[in-house]
Antibody, heavy 122, light 110 residues
Framework: QITLKESGPTLVKPTQTLTLTCTFS??????????VGWIRQPPGKALEWLTLIYWDGDKRYSPSLKSRLTITGDTSKNLVVLTMSNMDPLDTATYYCARTNDMGATRPFDYWGHGTLVTVSS | QSVLTQPPSASGTPGQRVTISCSGS????????VNWYQQLPGTAPKLLIYSNNQRPSGVPDRFSGSKSGTTASLAISGLQSEDEADYYC???????????FGGGTKLTVL
Protein backbone atom coordinates (compact mmCIF):
# COMPACT_ATOMS: atom_id res chain seq x y z
CA GLN A 1 0.00 0.00 0.00
CA ILE A 2 1.41 3.33 -1.07
CA THR A 3 0.92 6.29 1.24
CA LEU A 4 2.34 9.78 1.49
CA LYS A 5 1.91 12.21 4.35
CA GLU A 6 2.85 15.86 4.62
CA SER A 7 3.97 17.38 7.89
CA GLY A 8 5.18 20.76 9.03
CA PRO A 9 3.99 24.04 10.51
CA THR A 10 0.46 25.22 9.90
CA LEU A 11 1.36 28.87 10.48
CA VAL A 12 4.43 30.78 9.40
CA LYS A 13 5.24 34.47 9.53
CA PRO A 14 6.04 36.56 6.48
CA THR A 15 9.73 36.39 5.46
CA GLN A 16 10.22 33.11 7.33
CA THR A 17 11.34 29.89 5.67
CA LEU A 18 8.84 27.05 5.40
CA THR A 19 10.04 23.48 5.80
CA LEU A 20 7.66 20.65 4.93
CA THR A 21 8.36 16.93 5.11
CA CYS A 22 6.77 14.24 2.98
CA THR A 23 7.03 10.82 4.57
CA PHE A 24 6.12 7.98 2.29
CA SER A 25 5.77 4.22 2.36
CA UNK A 26 5.07 1.42 -0.08
CA UNK A 27 7.69 2.47 -2.62
CA UNK A 28 11.32 3.46 -2.83
CA UNK A 29 12.75 6.68 -4.22
CA UNK A 30 15.61 4.57 -5.60
CA UNK A 31 13.33 2.70 -8.02
CA UNK A 32 13.85 3.72 -11.63
CA UNK A 33 11.13 6.01 -12.92
CA UNK A 34 9.91 7.10 -9.50
CA UNK A 35 9.85 10.64 -8.17
CA VAL A 36 8.22 12.74 -5.48
CA GLY A 37 6.83 16.17 -6.15
CA TRP A 38 5.20 19.05 -4.34
CA ILE A 39 2.06 20.78 -5.56
CA ARG A 40 0.17 23.56 -3.80
CA GLN A 41 -3.36 24.91 -3.97
CA PRO A 42 -4.35 28.32 -2.56
CA PRO A 43 -7.83 28.32 -1.03
CA GLY A 44 -10.42 28.17 -3.79
CA LYS A 45 -7.80 28.22 -6.52
CA ALA A 46 -6.07 25.86 -8.94
CA LEU A 47 -3.25 23.41 -8.43
CA GLU A 48 0.28 24.72 -8.94
CA TRP A 49 3.29 22.47 -9.40
CA LEU A 50 6.34 23.47 -7.34
CA THR A 51 9.14 20.94 -7.61
CA LEU A 52 10.15 17.32 -8.25
CA ILE A 53 12.95 15.00 -7.25
CA TYR A 54 13.57 11.83 -9.22
CA TRP A 55 15.04 8.44 -8.36
CA ASP A 56 18.34 9.41 -9.97
CA GLY A 57 18.67 12.60 -7.93
CA ASP A 58 17.53 14.87 -10.75
CA LYS A 59 15.58 17.87 -9.47
CA ARG A 60 13.18 20.20 -11.26
CA TYR A 61 11.74 23.47 -10.06
CA SER A 62 8.96 25.78 -11.13
CA PRO A 63 10.77 28.64 -12.89
CA SER A 64 8.66 31.27 -11.15
CA LEU A 65 9.61 29.97 -7.68
CA LYS A 66 13.00 28.41 -8.32
CA SER A 67 14.96 30.98 -6.34
CA ARG A 68 12.93 30.23 -3.22
CA LEU A 69 12.64 26.43 -3.38
CA THR A 70 14.85 23.54 -2.38
CA ILE A 71 13.90 19.87 -2.52
CA THR A 72 15.92 17.12 -0.92
CA GLY A 73 15.40 13.40 -0.54
CA ASP A 74 16.47 10.88 2.09
CA THR A 75 16.13 7.44 0.57
CA SER A 76 17.10 5.68 3.78
CA LYS A 77 14.27 7.32 5.71
CA ASN A 78 11.75 7.43 2.85
CA LEU A 79 11.19 11.14 3.06
CA VAL A 80 11.40 14.23 0.90
CA VAL A 81 11.81 17.73 2.30
CA LEU A 82 10.63 20.98 0.72
CA THR A 83 11.96 24.33 1.85
CA MET A 84 10.50 27.60 0.63
CA SER A 85 12.16 30.82 1.68
CA ASN A 86 10.83 34.34 2.18
CA MET A 87 7.23 33.28 2.73
CA ASP A 88 4.48 35.73 1.86
CA PRO A 89 0.73 35.74 2.62
CA LEU A 90 0.20 34.85 -1.05
CA ASP A 91 1.91 31.53 -0.31
CA THR A 92 -1.00 30.52 1.91
CA ALA A 93 -2.15 27.22 0.44
CA THR A 94 -2.64 23.53 0.95
CA TYR A 95 0.64 21.85 0.10
CA TYR A 96 0.52 18.33 -1.33
CA CYS A 97 3.27 15.84 -1.92
CA ALA A 98 2.68 13.19 -4.56
CA ARG A 99 4.49 10.30 -6.17
CA THR A 100 5.27 10.39 -9.85
CA ASN A 101 5.95 7.22 -11.76
CA ASP A 102 6.62 6.10 -15.31
CA MET A 103 3.27 5.15 -16.85
CA GLY A 104 3.51 4.76 -20.59
CA ALA A 105 4.52 8.00 -22.21
CA THR A 106 4.14 10.10 -19.12
CA ARG A 107 4.91 10.40 -15.43
CA PRO A 108 1.70 11.41 -13.73
CA PHE A 109 1.22 11.97 -10.03
CA ASP A 110 -0.41 8.64 -9.23
CA TYR A 111 -0.52 8.81 -5.44
CA TRP A 112 -1.13 11.91 -3.34
CA GLY A 113 -0.90 12.84 0.31
CA HIS A 114 -3.89 14.40 2.04
CA GLY A 115 -2.22 17.80 2.00
CA THR A 116 -1.35 20.26 4.73
CA LEU A 117 -2.70 23.79 4.97
CA VAL A 118 -0.04 26.40 5.54
CA THR A 119 -1.12 29.91 6.49
CA VAL A 120 1.27 32.83 6.19
CA SER A 121 0.36 35.59 8.58
CA SER A 122 1.99 37.83 11.13
CA GLN B 1 -2.57 32.41 -15.05
CA SER B 2 -2.35 28.81 -16.24
CA VAL B 3 -0.84 28.10 -19.65
CA LEU B 4 -3.23 25.16 -19.98
CA THR B 5 -6.66 26.67 -20.50
CA GLN B 6 -9.79 24.96 -19.22
CA PRO B 7 -13.34 26.28 -19.02
CA PRO B 8 -13.96 27.35 -15.42
CA SER B 9 -17.24 25.47 -15.23
CA ALA B 10 -19.28 22.72 -16.84
CA SER B 11 -22.58 21.13 -16.01
CA GLY B 12 -24.91 18.33 -16.95
CA THR B 13 -27.82 16.30 -15.75
CA PRO B 14 -27.57 12.70 -14.55
CA GLY B 15 -27.03 10.31 -17.41
CA GLN B 16 -25.74 12.98 -19.79
CA ARG B 17 -22.33 13.12 -21.45
CA VAL B 18 -20.09 16.06 -20.60
CA THR B 19 -16.80 17.10 -22.19
CA ILE B 20 -14.10 19.29 -20.66
CA SER B 21 -11.40 20.77 -22.86
CA CYS B 22 -7.80 21.65 -22.10
CA SER B 23 -5.97 23.88 -24.53
CA GLY B 24 -2.20 24.24 -24.56
CA SER B 25 0.66 24.77 -26.95
CA UNK B 26 3.35 22.95 -28.88
CA UNK B 27 5.69 22.89 -25.88
CA UNK B 28 3.26 21.06 -23.62
CA UNK B 29 0.18 19.26 -24.96
CA UNK B 30 1.53 19.35 -28.49
CA UNK B 31 4.58 17.29 -27.57
CA UNK B 32 3.74 15.52 -24.32
CA UNK B 33 1.04 13.31 -22.90
CA VAL B 34 -1.82 14.74 -20.90
CA ASN B 35 -3.01 13.58 -17.51
CA TRP B 36 -6.31 14.39 -15.83
CA TYR B 37 -7.07 14.64 -12.12
CA GLN B 38 -10.36 14.62 -10.25
CA GLN B 39 -10.63 16.55 -6.99
CA LEU B 40 -13.73 15.85 -4.96
CA PRO B 41 -14.72 18.56 -2.49
CA GLY B 42 -12.36 18.74 0.46
CA THR B 43 -10.08 15.98 -0.76
CA ALA B 44 -6.73 15.56 -2.49
CA PRO B 45 -6.61 15.21 -6.27
CA LYS B 46 -6.84 11.72 -7.72
CA LEU B 47 -5.34 10.53 -11.00
CA LEU B 48 -8.20 9.96 -13.42
CA ILE B 49 -6.60 9.63 -16.87
CA TYR B 50 -2.93 9.29 -17.83
CA SER B 51 -1.11 9.22 -21.16
CA ASN B 52 -3.99 11.05 -22.84
CA ASN B 53 -6.48 8.20 -22.70
CA GLN B 54 -5.47 5.54 -20.19
CA ARG B 55 -7.45 4.82 -17.04
CA PRO B 56 -5.74 3.70 -13.85
CA SER B 57 -7.14 0.61 -12.24
CA GLY B 58 -10.44 1.34 -10.52
CA VAL B 59 -11.47 4.31 -12.65
CA PRO B 60 -14.83 3.61 -14.34
CA ASP B 61 -14.89 3.43 -18.12
CA ARG B 62 -17.41 6.28 -18.07
CA PHE B 63 -14.32 8.48 -18.00
CA SER B 64 -12.31 8.79 -21.20
CA GLY B 65 -9.62 11.08 -22.54
CA SER B 66 -8.42 12.15 -25.94
CA LYS B 67 -5.91 14.50 -27.51
CA SER B 68 -5.62 16.20 -30.86
CA GLY B 69 -2.81 18.61 -31.60
CA THR B 70 -2.55 21.05 -28.72
CA THR B 71 -5.95 20.32 -27.21
CA ALA B 72 -6.97 17.51 -24.88
CA SER B 73 -10.43 16.54 -23.75
CA LEU B 74 -11.97 14.65 -20.89
CA ALA B 75 -15.36 13.06 -21.47
CA ILE B 76 -17.67 11.76 -18.79
CA SER B 77 -20.60 9.69 -19.95
CA GLY B 78 -23.54 8.52 -17.88
CA LEU B 79 -23.02 11.46 -15.54
CA GLN B 80 -23.61 10.70 -11.86
CA SER B 81 -24.03 12.97 -8.87
CA GLU B 82 -20.77 11.69 -7.40
CA ASP B 83 -18.92 13.06 -10.44
CA GLU B 84 -19.45 16.57 -9.11
CA ALA B 85 -15.87 17.74 -8.59
CA ASP B 86 -13.06 19.88 -9.92
CA TYR B 87 -11.16 18.46 -12.87
CA TYR B 88 -7.60 19.42 -13.80
CA CYS B 89 -5.53 18.65 -16.85
CA UNK B 90 -1.73 18.55 -16.61
CA UNK B 91 1.19 18.08 -18.93
CA UNK B 92 4.93 18.42 -18.99
CA UNK B 93 6.16 21.61 -20.62
CA UNK B 94 9.44 21.38 -22.50
CA UNK B 95 10.09 25.12 -22.34
CA UNK B 96 9.52 25.42 -18.61
CA UNK B 97 11.07 22.00 -17.95
CA UNK B 98 8.31 21.30 -15.48
CA UNK B 99 4.70 20.31 -14.94
CA UNK B 100 1.83 22.55 -15.93
CA PHE B 101 -1.66 22.28 -14.50
CA GLY B 102 -4.75 23.71 -16.09
CA GLY B 103 -6.86 26.23 -14.23
CA GLY B 104 -9.42 23.57 -13.36
CA THR B 105 -13.04 23.01 -14.32
CA LYS B 106 -15.79 22.80 -11.73
CA LEU B 107 -18.34 20.21 -12.82
CA THR B 108 -21.84 20.58 -11.48
CA VAL B 109 -24.39 17.79 -11.78
CA LEU B 110 -27.78 19.47 -11.99
Amino acid sequence: QITLKESGPTLVKPTQTLTLTCTFSGFSLTTSGVGVGWIRQPPGKALEWLTLIYWDGDKRYSPSLKSRLTITGDTSKNLVVLTMSNMDPLDTATYYCARTNDMGATRPFDYWGHGTLVTVSS
Amino acid sequence: QSVLTQPPSASGTPGQRVTISCSGSSSNIGSNAVNWYQQLPGTAPKLLIYSNNQRPSGVPDRFSGSKSGTTASLAISGLQSEDEADYYCAAWDDSLNGVLFGGGTKLTVL
